[in-house]
C-alpha cells in the first residue's frame, strides 16, 4: 500500500447531474478525511469518518453532498444536482488513531471535479 | 475554535537564499501544528509536525520550523531556497491530542502561501 488513492482524478460534468469519487485510505488507517479546496484557497473540512461511522460534517456539506464508508475501508462522496460553484479538487485523507495519539494525516492527489 | 493565518499569500526569493515563511495560529487548546507542501498536480505532503515536544522542528529537504507559545507563532524557515523548492506551503493547525469531542483530528488550514524561487 502506497498511500491514499482517490479515483477519478478528473472529472468533468454538466451542471444538475450526479458524480461519485472514490478514496482508498492506506489500508490500517481508521480515520478518513474529505477536504475541499477552491481555487487560491486552502483545503476546507467537508466530513471525518471513524471506522465506518460519520461522526462529523461541516456546515460546508450541503444536502446535496452525501458521504459513506461501508465497510471501514473506501470511502464515496456523492454530489447530486451539481452546481458551478462545486467546481473544486476534492481531497480525502486518512490518518490512524493509536490509543490517544492521532498520527499526522497523509493527503491522496486529489479528484478536480469541474462543473459546465 | 481554531484558526491560521499566513501573513504573506507570495513570498518571492533568490535561489541560495533564506525562506521564512509566516504563520500564527490560534487555537483553544493545546495544538499540534503542520507544514504541508503542494506542488502543481501533486498531493499535500507533510513537512514537518509539532506536536508539544521539542520547539524547534526539522522537517523533509532542510526545512525547520519553531513553535513560539507567546507569540501564537509557527514559522517556516530554510537557510538556502533551491529551485525545487518553487510551491505553495501550507501552515496547519490540529486540535490538541488531549482533547474530546468529535473535532479530534480535523485539521485546519491556512490560505496558503506560494513560494517562488528565482535562478
Known amino acids: 500500500d502506497t498511500g491514499v488513492s482517490q479515483n477519478p482524478r478528473h472529472k468533468i460534468t454538466k451542471r444538475g447531474q450526479n458524480v461519485t469519487f472514490r478514496c482508498d485510505p492506506i489500508s490500517e488507517h481508521n480515520r478518513l478525511y474529505w477536504y475541499r479546496q477552491t481555487l487560491g484557497q486552502g483545503p476546507e473540512f467537508l466530513t471525518y469518518f471513524q471506522n465506518e461511522a460519520q461522526l462529523e460534517k461541516s456546515r460546508l456539506l450541503s444536502d446535496r453532498f452525501s458521504a459513506e464508508r461501508p465497510k471501514g475501508s473506501f470511502s464515496t462522496l456523492e454530489i447530486q444536482r451539481t452546481e458551478q460553484g462545486d467546481s473544486a479538487m476534492y481531497l480525502c485523507a486518512s490518518s490512524n488513531r493509536q490509543g490517544i495519539m492521532n498520527t499526522e494525516a497523509f493527503f491522496g492527489q486529489g479528484t478536480r471535479l469541474t462543473v459546465v | 475554535a481554531q484558526s491560521v493565518t499566513q501573513l504573506d499569500s507570495h513570498v518571492s526569493v533568490s535561489e541560495g537564499t533564506p525562506v521564512l515563511l509566516r504563520c500564527n495560529y490560534s487555537?483553544?487548546?493545546?495544538?499540534?501544528l503542520f507544514w504541508y507542501v503542494q506542488h502543481p498536480n501533486k498531493g499535500l505532503q507533510l513537512l514537518l509536525k509539532y506536536t508539544s515536544a521539542a520547539t524547534l522542528v526539522k522537517g523533509i529537504n532542510g526545512f525547520e520550523a519553531e513553535f513560539k507559545k507567546s507569540e501564537t507563532s509557527f514559522h517556516l524557515t530554510k537557510p538556502s531556497a533551491h529551485m525545487s523548492d518553487a510551491a505553495e506551503y501550507f501552515c496547519v493547525v490540529r486540535m490538541g491530542e488531549f482533547t474530546g469531542g468529535t473535532s479530534y483530528g480535523k485539521l485546519t488550514f491556512g490560505q496558503g502561501t506560494i513560494l517562488t524561487v528565482h535562478p
Open positions: 487555537s483553544s487548546y493545546s495544538p499540534s
